[in-house]
């Protein structure tokens, strides 16, 4: 990868004080709470010892299940859980007040859980874990001012909400510009709870939070992204030596070129799914916030301060959990790619120019 990321066996005293951050103020974790965390074989153990440890001293109740690891995140749609885990949780999760997930991320029975809306869950790291997940959690939390990112992220989500057209280019040759007047933005700031108002904001969140933007419904949007940040696909992450090249029409990618190395083995990889999916997007377009985010092999990279992220594929699992309601995307893929020095416009209002964020929340 471009960037280090530290992957450490050793518990380390920043990670406890990033986890209580989470409790305290993005959970709003109470005494007597039932909190249900969920790892597999991919999360180290120590990370799970320290969040059971920490709600411990919030005087809650914790129930720890270990399930085998998933896909890697760009095969999530397509992934059938066995009933065994998934029944198992669904029961648990009944039962608690709060699911810290580091292991499934978008799934069905999530989707349920979410819709019942008096469970509430927090996905460290994406959710889907990884040996990485202490380093994000100490620099994106403790290093960078997670209220801030909040307010910026709540004010570009409000811009979106009330915005007409959202308009991305860039240097390298990004000219991509999608209808958003019937959608709302999104915030994916990390928080289920707003201390300062005393009110929650929502059941679903992603810790560390920096990635307001949209998703997107199927067959809208049109353009070309020049994309020269990081690529999640099939079973890798790569950056490329120069831009790839996806035309798009409709919502549809139309043809892929550019870095020969990515545009050759992403056209391989959808080819051979036998997916009509697989080509639809971009389904969500989000900025990132986070001044200490990394281009590593952990998602953390989506929120890098000035880049913007598009999926491309499914979008079906996310759009529940953001309370959307249009015609999704189905696709057993979901794949991302990053734009690092976008100019992104929503009608007059300029987010970003140049990769350089220009709204202050």
Known sequence: MAEYSDVSVNLRPELLKAIHFIFKEQCNLQPGWRVLLI????????????????????????????????PHPAYQPGFTWDSLFSHSIMAAAEH???????????????VEIVKWGNTRIIGPGDATGAPHMDDSLIRCLLLDDPFQI???????ADIMTAGKTLHVTSKEGTDYTVDISDLRGDTFHGFLWDREKGEWTSNYQFTPGATPGVVIPKGRGDGVLALDGLFLYENVHHIP??????????????????????????????????????????????????R????????EWERVRGGMVFGIGDNS??????????????????????????TVVVDD??????GIVKLQG
């Not at 200490?292 to 998602?299: C, I, K, M, N, S």
């Not at 209002?349 to 140049?354: F, G, K, P, S, V």
Request: glycine share 6%; charged share 20%; aromatic share 6%.
């Open 39 to 70: 790892s597999d074989s991919h999360t180290p153990q120590h990370i799970t010892t320290a969040f059971a440890g920490v709600a411990m001293q919030f005087d809650a109740e914790v129930l720890e299940m270990r399930v085998p690891m998933g």
């Open 96 to 110: 608690a007040d709060l699911i810290v997930d580091m292991a499934i991320g978008y799934a069905d029975f999530m």
């Open 150 to 156: 909040r307010r910026e992220a709540i004010a570009t």
């Open 241 to 290: 030596r120069e831009p790839v090249l996806l035309s798009i029409a409709s919502g549809q990618i139309t043809s892929i070129s550019g870095d020969p190395y990515i545009a050759n083995r992403l056209q391989d990889w959808l080819d051979g799914l036998n997916d009509a999916g697989c080509r639809n997007g971009p389904i969500h377009a989000n900025i990132g916030l986070s």
């Open 292 to 299: 200490h985010a990394r281009l590593t092999e952990h998602l």
């Open 317 to 342: 699992l996310l759009a529940p959990f953001v309370g959307a309601d249009f015609e999704t995307s189905k696709s057993s893929v979901h794949w991302d790619v990053q734009v690092l020095r976008p």
């Open 349 to 354: 209002t300029t987010l970003i120019a140049n």
